[in-house]
């Protein structure tokens, strides 16, 4: 989803009442990011408080790539990294996640060896149908062992756009919180659902319900889980002692608009970018009784602070060994307070900018290839800035490009390197990368190796099913990142 | 302003918090157009109920122009136009405007000549300051005479941004609604303050308080001004007998942007232009007790609605000797129902677009021409979509450029030509624009002619401030219009 989905952040289609509702309960922020441009690394981030390039979830194949764990990739999560399920066990935390993993599919990386109770959900995207001899369906597992497959056991019509997953999903969701609830027992529910990545779909009820066609609907389906989801929570009487907080992974993919891809607003380009529409998200926090409602955060946040905020709530510290780039955002969320803190936009390993209160300056730009672009793969359609929007990876490292996001969320108009302003902004920047740097310890990279003999021929529980497939032989390989 | 600059419309600053409770006790229309993409027409039709095309506010100089009533302008409304202030006259109204009328600034076009009983403000815009030899200063009228002119009797500073200009005309607006309130007078108040037009200005107290800048902060004194009317209207125990709608002329000027310029969302291009950032405006319908609070509306509502509508409020039936563009919006405000009828997007004489439902289709497009666009005026900074955005007049009759605005509220992806869904919509759309073509009774153009002998060299009022200035020789010329 991108920042500009939502109807409390502007979509002209206003189709989102219960994520709006939840909004003027709760408390919407306006500057939140996620880490990275892509899923897997922003989804690594959010579960180690860590920037992919400390938690391994970057290439080092080339430079400034973006990357992430399609199911030939031979890395994932680090067992060293300390996941926020892992944490929150010590408070005696019953952990599941629904819906699309993403930090690897090869057993040492399964979600219930690095801190989950349960999972209902798949490793991957759900990409497809495949022909199971090139490339085999996607699995979806439940807790160890798959159940099915994409495509296979899990409907997906291409052609028509239906697939009734997020209910599928939804259901999951309430039948465990109403378990926890009944049981007394303290829990972290991480609803990871792959809805509006595509290829996009919707269940029946709402194919074709919205203005904005099949995406649209994907949108309002999860709009609609999400209300259920809250009401469940009120009915059950725990909503004042549930903390709930709405995000996305990434921007929208315009890559795959309009039919299949969403609005990052007046950002500029989306997904795969370090631009504004590329790591600008939508997010809600929503806990009644505490959060004030109809609040409105200007506090720069990021989805690496949802692992500190929730140890915060849970009466955790963070672990002290090792750097965390989330913070607590309960001052903010509670007492209205701004904390001072950068935002980071990475590609691969290469810091591309960085946000200082209004102020982002580019290091480096670049949308995708010409080569790419020639072939219409273009992340930015409709929309070109001289000098910004670049189709060859330009160094500004020297000068940065600097734009003041107040003034220019679109990121169109960078400040005059001669101006007092660009000099009084760029000293305050300059102190605040160079710290960054100097203290920047990467992890080993995870995401440079691929190799078809580790895909998802064979997942745990193939066997009752009848539904192991034959790897071939392993021919592992630097993986290709064109962008 | 432009559909993008309030909060509730989903600006990233979100500093429009009376506008923003003024949308969560009215009703808030988000796909609500102005007449023309050019003030002083957008305005006649406003107070005419009728497009440009029919009162007169265009030109026929060259083809599709955008024509407007600066001070050397020779035209203006015609005395054969019905204006609203007249017709509310009849149900015992007192009306008023206060800010920039627009409409003319020849004595036959006073606005107290057309119905409006009390006026303070100006006929153009607050250009300058001027020598007084090649330019008059733009004269400040009280009713009939002027008392004053910009930059000399009425303060801008162009260094700082510096103007109490708006709150003048907010102090003028709670005197005159007392005033009214006090006699049991029924009103009808036109506050047509003309800030946010560049240059753009803000008192002192607001001067700097605006993540957006300059324009932020006049932005910021709108919204604070709108707020103080309406708790005017509430403490006055009058809001439940009063229909307030909030909107503008034109979208954001682009051109003027960033430092002067706002911002019309996702949607594409500016002020100027038929696309839909030209013409799409905030809106917002407020009346306690009637008016169900938080409501939206997808109603195509257009300013021209505003004329029909205000009738309709007083009991009064449109004039029925000539053709109305305006619907009366009652059904849609106070009952939620959905009226079908078709949005016209015009430059000068020329319909360069049609909505029809979430369909538009382009029959003309054109941002500006090469030469203006070689020089740095861009109606679509940072925007470029190929065969739409162009810098030729291109005609598309015969196969007109068609988007779904549901999809695609941004104009990036023509429908294709050959799909089924082109051919069903043009044949409905194909309908309506002959229907309108055929039944056009084009008005006298008034935009034509340029004299600087007309100047406000010496308005009425001028001997008594000693401030006549002594017209040059009449040389009457075609006025130029560049785009």
């Known amino acids: 989803m991108g920042w500009g989905d939502l109807g409390a952040f502007g979509e002209p289609s206003k189709e989102t009442p219960n994520l709006d509702q939840m909004a003027s309960e709760g408390m919407l922020f306006l500057d939140f990011y996620t880490a990275n441009p892509l899923c897997s690394p922003s989804r690594a981030a959010l579960l180690t408080g860590r920037l992919p390039v400390r938690n391994g979830f970057y290439t080092t194949n080339a430079h400034a790539r973006n990357a992430y764990t399609p199911q030939d990739i031979v890395g994932g999560i680090p067992d060293s990294e300390l996941l926020l399920p892992e944490l929150l066990k010590k408070a005696g935390y019953i952990n599941k996640i629904i819906g ?85 027992q303290p829990f972290f529910l991480y609803w990871a659902i792959d809805a509006t990545h595509a290829p996009v779909y919707a269940s029946k009820h709402f194919l074709g319900t919205s203005q904005r066609g099949l995406y649209g609907d994907a949108v309002r389906e999860i709009d609609d889980s999400i209300g ?40 500029l380009c989306g997904k795969q970018t370090t631009f504004e529409g590329g790591m600008r998200e939508p997010a809600i ?9 109809g609040g409105v955060s200007h506090q720069l946040g990021n989805v690496m602070d949802l692992f500190t905020t929730s140890l915060s709530l849970a009466g ?19 007492q209205g307070k701004l904390i001072d803190r950068p935002i980071f936009y990475y590609r691969g390993n290469e810091m591309m900018a960085v946000r200082v209160g209004l102020y982002k300056a580019h290091y480096w730009t670049w949308s995708n290839s010409w080569e790419e672009y020639s072939k219409g793969i273009d992340f930015c359609p409709g929309q070109n800035v001289s000098g910004v929007t670049t189709h060859t990876q330009e160094e500004h490292t020297t000068l940065p490009l600097l734009f003041h996001l107040g003034r220019d969320p679109g990121e169109k108009y960078p400040l005059s390197f001669a101006s007092d302003e660009y000099q009084r902004a760029m000293e305050r920047i300059s102190v605040v990368v160079q710290q960054h740097k100097v203290t920047m310890v990467p992890g080993e990279p995870q995401l440079n190796v691929c190799d078809k003999a580790v895909m998802n021929w064979s997942p745990p529980g193939c066997e009752k099913l009848g ?15 064109p962008h």
Chains 1, 2 share one sequence.
């Open 228 to 267: 259920k989801i809250l009401k469940h929570l009120q009915k059950l009487g725990i909503s004042e002692n549930t903390f709930v907080f709405f995000t996305s992974d990434n921007g929208a993919a315009l890559i795959s608009a309009p039919k299949q891809g969403g609005s990052n607003g007046r950002f």
């Open 467 to 481: 539904k192991c497939l034959k790897p071939p032989e392993s021919d592992p390989k630097k993986c290709f990142w």
């Open 316 to 334: 955790l510290q963070p672990p002290s060994d090792r750097q965390i780039d989330g913070i607590d955002l309960l001052p903010a969320i509670l």
């Open 100 to 184: 699309k993993w993403h930090l690897g599919h090869r057993p040492q990386f399964h979600p219930l060896n690095h801190g989950f109770d349960e999972w209902f959900g798949s490793p991957n995207c759900h990409f497809g149908p495949f022909d199971n001899r090139a490339l085999p369906n996607i699995p979806v597992y439940r807790d160890w062992e798959m159940i099915g497959r994409y495509y296979e056991d899990f409907k997906i019509d291409l052609k028509t756009g239906e697939a009734n997953l997020t209910q599928i999903y939804l259901q999951e969701a309430l039948d465990f919180i109403s378990k926890q609830q009944a049981s007394q």
């Open 285 to 293: 926090a929503w806990w009644p009784g505490h959060i004030p409602a």
